[in-house]
């Protein structure tokens, strides 16, 4: 595993609370103090057409799984700066693909939104 990939750290919180995007996010102590070099990124994983948080969702970046609360909300640390492709997808939503292109040390806040997939009847 090349070190860009092993570098991704999972910070899940566990109390706290947060807000994002006008949604109080609760459970969640962030701690975005990202190291020299490194960049941190939380956000959460939102329905297109609802906007409501899919608790359901799995994320990867660069193949390193992220977890995602029961909440959308996610939370990574220790990011080496660079661009990477993040993909998204959930049972009843069409699978995506996201750019992040982490040029700073900084906290950046991202929004997913999935489409969910038409039933037909």
């Known amino acids: 595993m090349d070190k860009k990939k092993r ?3 999972i910070l899940a919180g ?3 609370a947060i807000l994002l995007g006008g949604w109080l996010i609760s459970r969640v102590r962030a701690e975005l103090a990202p190291p020299a070099g490194m960049a941190t ?3 959460m994983v939102r329905d297109q057409q609802t906007n409501l948080p899919i608790p359901s969702a799995s994320l990867t970046v660069e ?3 992220l977890k995602v609360d029961e909440e959308g909300y996610f939370l990574v640390g220790k990011v080496p700066l660079g661009k990477y492709a993040v993909k998204a997808s959930a049972p009843g939503y069409r699978p995506d693909t996201f750019e992040w ?6 906290e950046y806040v991202k929004e997913l939104t999935l489409v969910p997939v038409e039933t037909l009847w």
């Open 101 to 106: 292109n982490l040029e700073e040390p900084k």
């Open 14 to 16: 566990v109390e706290g």
């Open 41 to 43: 990124v939380s956000g």
């Open 7 to 9: 570098d991704i750290a």
């Open 63 to 65: 193949d390193t799984p």
